[in-house]
């Protein structure tokens, strides 16, 4: 008659000791911990621009109505000091409120 076999004769991992495992555990924590300071700190060095500095120094293409620019895909009422035409390339050089003063790229 053939030997049966039993599955617990056979283990996957040898027993582990209770220090071998808060060992690891502290270890995986401690990197968990390092990789999320690093995250913060690298997010915490980049420079955040908000605002009127967002805006300037931005082009826009004007609409078939002149006072408005599409500026990032966003609609802008606009005026200008030269006069404007549908589709011309233009920059942001102030933000008065919510109206862009814009003037054409060079």
Known sequence: MP???????????????GTEIITISITVIAIALLMTIY????YSRCKRVIGKELMIGKYGTVKANTQWIVVEGENWHCYS?????????????????????????V
């Open 3 to 17: 030997h049966l076999v039993s599955i617990n004769d056979y283990y996957a991992f040898e027993k582990i000791s």
């Open 39 to 42: 995250m913060v700190w690298g």
């Open 81 to 105: 000091n030269q006069f404007l035409f549908e589709g011309q390339i233009v920059k942001v050089i102030a933000l008065h409120g919510l109206i862009l003063e814009v003037e054409p790229k």
